[in-house]
């Protein structure tokens, strides 16, 4: 069974800094990773994903990840955060073939951002 | 293509009632997916369908939870004799064959 841990419920940044957020997976075979940003009452808006190929994922907004199969890490980054950065960020595993598509998702972390 | 559309976005009601909520995927998106949010959580898996197919289900989704997809174009899902421990967001997605997977604004329940 597959499994997603986002280390850190909220996040605090200045605007300006890193925005580092870390994501473990457990899953018996490959997985496709991802994530999602979700603003208040508001859906989910993919930021990136990895599937297969390079290891480093860039999304959008400046948005990157890096897929560290020896760690099962996804941890996502941005060099430097934007007030419109605040928002509550999933991390997500799915099997690929034709479970594609079945999400787990993680606790989702909220990020903050401070002038 | 204006998006995974839900209906209604808000919907408050009685503990023991019945309540339906609609998704209209991105045309011609043949799979469609439900989940579930509670407050503070990720979104959790319900079911999902190919096409009119349904062709998972949750163990979350008990007896009192149904799912429809006539003709393979929107979505419903039934909620009867509805519980406080229903409230939550509940979450569309569809994904097209290349692997493009979009979520809905989502319906937030309330049950009182």
């Known amino acids: 069974a597959q499994s997603v841990t986002q280390l850190g419920s909220h996040v605090s940044v200045s605007e300006g800094a890193l925005v580092l957020l870390r994501c473990n997976y457990s899953s018996s075979v490959p997985p496709y990773l991802f994530w999602y940003v979700q603003y208040p009452n508001q859906g989910l808006q993919l930021l990136l994903k990895y599937t297969t190929g390079a290891t480093l994922v860039k999304g959008i907004n400046g948005f990157e990840a890096e897929f560290k199969k020896s760690e099962t890490s996804f941890h996502l980054t941005k060099p430097s955060a934007h007030m419109s950065d605040a928002a509550e960020y999933f991390c997500a595993v799915s099997d690929q073939g034709d479970s594609w598509g079945k999400f787990q998702f993680g606790a989702g972390t909220q990020v903050v951002v401070t002038p | 293509d204006t998006g995974v559309s839900q209906d209604p976005r808000h919907k408050i009601t009685k503990r023991g009632q019945n309540v339906t909520f609609r998704c209209d995927p991105i045309s011609e998106h043949n799979r469609l997916y439900w989940y579930r949010q509670t407050l503070g959580q990720g979104p959790e898996f319900l079911t999902y369908?190919?096409?009119?197919?349904?062709?998972?289900k949750s163990r979350l989704l008990s007896d009192r939870f149904s799912a429809e997809r006539p003709k393979g174009s929107f979505s419903t899902l039934e909620i009867q004799r509805t519980e406080q421990g229903d409230s939550a967001m509940y979450l569309c997605?569809?994904?097209?064959?290349?692997?493009?997977?979009?979520f809905g604004p989502g319906t937030r329940l309330t049950v009182l």
């Open positions: 369908f190919q096409n009119e197919a349904q062709l998972e």
């Open positions: 997605a569809s994904r097209d064959v290349y692997n493009e997977q979009f």
